[in-house]
């Protein structure tokens, strides 16, 4: 889908849509603009329905100050004008007050997205502005004494965010992005200590992220003239659909998320690096053989590998997810220990349940493949994310899908009390009765 293509105006309301469908603004909340290459400021109107924009209702200012459109522009026009003038490298301003990072904004903190390595990646250095009034030309003075400093993210105090970026896309990635960890750092906090990640380990994300984008760049590909089977076309429709279906449940995120499957005839099937998971197509997916070659001109996901080497190692394995739900990620960025011994079937799906360190994904693949097992069916890895594998794309799925659950649940039960867990009997009998 390709969705640049776009005319201003309707990029601008495709994505106002989806930050409202998404439940991070509400209806009178927030506002987008995008500067075009004549200078004109195409920006979402004042005091009008979020959910229900058309490009009808999207104003235009030009370089001049002159207004076009049925509407008047949204009141934060100055600071949104302020950024342009600043950056020449910023072609959209993305504001909203999507309601975890709201929570910051309110208590004047900046997340701290140390916690997780992939998300300080994209997201870069946060700054935080001090408090004006909606509207008013100090607003846009001190959020644009801010961009002037080279931040792309801003926390506005008692306000929301603003972030700037080249498209409007690569704004939302970060925006929702953003939103997702500020989720996870606070059901982190609600669980226990916060636990980032050594210096050891922030070293080794760089050098794998470099060596990643390196051989990016080289040539790897199987055939350049392959023919895809019955089965690898189902394979790529099914996976699309889950897909579809972790974003819609919020088990993946805009930038992350991966899902695979494999393939009877060798190699499998995997989402792509950098790609929005709200519009892959079939045709975005990539092949990787059993050597690890993926298909020409195109880029699996960084879990590619690891992958690889959990099907080598497994037979029985037929699908794997990865992914940073944000109940779950509490347990990968806190002291806090997972343990899915809560309800029959929170159990069964995911049995023991095993946490890797973040050095140990990056320095033993063997291990970690390893420690998957008929009894260890998800792996939490701290400070990266959380993987399930299954007999199929349903059951791995499943698994992540209970995962979230249980991890919401047990956060949910500290307003109660102490949180009870099976005892081992009861588990035995859990053990006996479902031959796990």
Same mark, same amino acid.
């Given at each position: ?91 959209? /301003? ?12 309110? +208590? ?10 992939? /998300? ?17 030309? !100090?607003?846009?003075?001190?959020? %644009? ?60 994300? /760089? ?41 819609? !449940? ?10 695979? +499957? ?8 995997? *989402? ?31 879990? +590619? ?28 960025? %806190? ?27 990056? *320095? ?8 998957? *097992?008929?009894? *260890? ?11 399930? /594998? ?47």
């Amino acid at each position: 889908m390709k969705n640049e293509n776009l005319h201003p105006a309707d990029q601008l309301v495709l994505m106002m849509n989806r930050v409202y469908k998404n439940g991070l603004t509400s209806t009178s909340g927030g506002n987008l603009s995008i500067c075009d290459e004549n200078g004109d400021i195409w920006i979402t109107p004042s005091g009008i329905d979020k959910g229900t924009l058309t490009r009808n209702d999207i104003m235009c200012v030009k370089p001049d100050g002159t207004k076009i459109g049925i509407h008047t522009p949204s009141m934060e026009l100055p600071f949104h004008s302020s950024v342009y003038k600043i950056r020449s490298d910023i072609k959209c /301003v993305f504001h909203a007050h999507p309601p975890a990072l709201l929570t910051f904004s309110i +208590a004047r903190i900046i997340p701290d997205i140390n916690l997780l390595p992939q /998300v300080e990646k994209l997201c870069g250095n946060i700054s935080i502005e001090p408090y004006a009034i909606p509207g008013s030309i !100090q607003l846009g003075k001190n959020i %644009s004494a801010e961009f002037k400093k080279g931040y792309d993210v801003v926390v506005m105090e008692n306000h929301g965010v603003c972030i700037g970026a080249p498209d409007i896309f690569t704004a939302y990635r970060i925006f929702e992005t953003l939103e997702y960890f500020c989720r996870i750092e606070l059901n982190a906090m609600n669980l226990g200590k916060l636990t980032p990640p050594t210096a050891e380990e922030k070293k080794l994300f /760089v050098k794998e992220a470099k060596l990643f984008e390196s051989s990016c760049k080289k040539p790897s590909f199987v055939l350049k003239e392959r023919k895809q089977t019955s089965e690898e076309k189902a394979a790529r429709r099914d996976i699309i659909t889950f897909v579809k279906r972790c974003y819609e !449940q919020k088990l993946f995120s805009a930038t992350q998320g991966t899902f695979s +499957a494999r393939l009877s005839t060798g190699g499998f099937v995997i *989402t792509p690096y950098g790609k929005d998971r709200a519009y892959l197509e079939e045709r975005d997916l990539v092949f990787v053989n059993s050597k690890g070659k993926a298909e020409e001109g195109k880029t699996p996901d960084t879990k +590619a590998a690891l992958f690889a080497k959990i099907y080598a190692t497994h037979d029985n394995v037929q699908s794997i997810t990865a992914a940073l739900p944000p109940y779950t990620m509490g347990f990968a960025v %806190s002291d806090a220990v997972f343990d899915p011994r809560t309800i029959p079937e929170s159990y069964i799906n995911l049995l023991d349940t095993k946490t890797i360190s973040l050095k140990e994904l990056y *320095t033993d693949t063997d291990k970690v493949a390893a420690t998957f *097992t008929k009894r *260890t069916p998800a792996v939490l890895i701290k400070n990266d994310s959380i993987v399930t /594998v299954g007999k199929n794309m349903t059951n791995a799925y499943d698994r992540l899908e209970v995962a979230e659950f249980t991890a919401n649940s047990i956060l949910a039960t500290k307003t109660l009390g102490k949180l009870v867990n099976m005892s081992s009997a009861e588990i035995d009998e859990i053990d006996k009765a479902f031959g796990v």
